[in-house]
């Protein structure tokens, strides 16, 4: 079983920027599996935001996230990043990376598809 811990949340105004890393507890390697970002708004339902596949190097954005937001993963698959630019409020949530084995998805967006999960870290955007 694989856990994964998010870092990189905080107190930010709009307009910032900042970068949230996740990797697996123990330091183990991501190589392997499929990484996404999603983030639960407060009253809302987690959604979507990128998730990203060791085996395609390729990334996939909700399409109402297009734009912002850039995933990556080092070449190693030891962190996978998600930077976020131009924060506004409405981007206040609670960020969570998960992940799964590679063959054992069909859609990395799908929070339901994904097996392994970290506690999240939360970004707060006011001036």
């Known amino acids: 079983q694989v856990q994964l811990v998010e870092s990189g949340g905080g107190l930010v105004q709009p307009g910032e920027s900042l970068t949230l890393s996740c990797v697996a507890s123990g330091g183990a390697s991501l190589d392997g599996y499929a990484v996404g970002w999603f983030r639960q708004a407060p009253g809302k339902e987690r959604e979507a935001v990128a998730c990203?596949?060791?085996?395609?190097?390729?990334?996939r954005y909700a399409d109402s996230m297009k734009g912002r937001f850039a995933i990556s993963a080092d070449n190693a698959w030891n962190t996978v990043y998600l930077q976020i630019n131009n924060l506004k409020p409405e981007d206040t949530a609670v960020y969570y990376c998960g992940a799964a084995v590679e063959g054992d998805y069909n859609d990395c967006l799908y929070a339901p598809d994904l097996d392994y999960w970290g506690e999240g870290t939360l970004i707060t955007v006011s001036s």
């Open positions: 990203i596949s060791s085996a395609s190097y390729r990334a």
